[in-house]
């Protein structure tokens, strides 16, 4: 088993971490080299697999991320934005493959990341599904095909914890819509419409989010004109697919030359 790469999980108590410690222990690919939490955490010296509910797997939850990189051929992690500049840093120290699904991130936090990446591979996507990663290629091929008398909308529906808005996903999303535009998206992004708005302005590509109860993740990207629209849509109902890819990921990742990959890389699309 441990001839195999091994991999550490960040977060392991969040909603993917779990999910993805369970992914990685079923699967003979792979094998959990480590689990992290942050300092303080009640789960910490816990082994994982007590930890959340089931039967020891011999693996006990550390807050030492350099120590536990340093015996891992790959870190997968899904956290939050502030934790994982640092885990970037310390796992291109270890040459670990850093698979990251956090969202969120400023414009500073992916330079930062992608300077890390000089030194170790990184993958990084908003949305590690093969459906969502389809649905980026098929918004950008229509967003190609049609002009702006086509409103471009993009709505997405999370659950009631998260934090951040518009989701990783609406943002590739619209990203691929302004690529197939040949536009900026910063240039035309209108979010968080709210009173006398004005007029929709031509070419804007909009973006609506809505939050409650347990949704995992579903995208919208409507392309509306006078007579007709298109609805291209997606809808998880499993986190269990983000955790396939990112394991993927950490796979396809360790005989790659440094740099920063996304899921396309991944997925060859
Ligand atoms: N790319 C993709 O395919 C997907 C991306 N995501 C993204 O993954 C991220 C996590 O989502 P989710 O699992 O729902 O969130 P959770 O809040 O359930 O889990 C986040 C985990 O990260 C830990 N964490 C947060 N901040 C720090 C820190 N500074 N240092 C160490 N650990 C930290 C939390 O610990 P603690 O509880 O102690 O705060 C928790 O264990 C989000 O950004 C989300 O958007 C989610 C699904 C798919
Ligand atoms: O926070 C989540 O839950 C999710 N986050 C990602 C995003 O921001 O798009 C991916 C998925 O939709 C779930």
Known sequence: ????????????SGRMGQMLVK???????????????RAGHDWIGQDIG?????????VAVTDDALEAFARAQAVIDFTAPAATLGFAALAAQARAVHVIGTTGLSDADIKAIDAAARHAVIVRAGNMSLGVNLLVKLTQKVAEALDPDFDIEIV?????????????TALMLGEAAATGRGVTLSDVRDAGRDGMTGARKRGDIGFSAIRG?????????????????????????DRAIFARGALKAALWGQDK????YDMMD????
């Open 257 to 260: 030359a440094p740099g920063a």
């Open 156 to 168: 997405e529906a999370h659950h009631n914890q998260k934090v951040d808005a518009p989701s990783g």
């Open 213 to 237: 109860g347990d949704i995992v993740g579903e995208h919208d990207v409507i392309f509306a004109a006078a007579g007709e629209r298109i609805v291209l849509r997606h809808l998880a109902t």
């Open 23 to 37: 992914a990685v222990l079923a699967s003979d690919k792979c094998h959990l080299a480590g689990v992290l939490e």
């Open 50 to 58: 007590t930890a959340m509910g089931g039967q020891p797997v011999g």
């Open 1 to 12: 088993m441990t001839d195999t790469p091994g991999i550490v999980i960040t977060g392991g």
């Open 266 to 269: 991944v997925l060859g699309l």
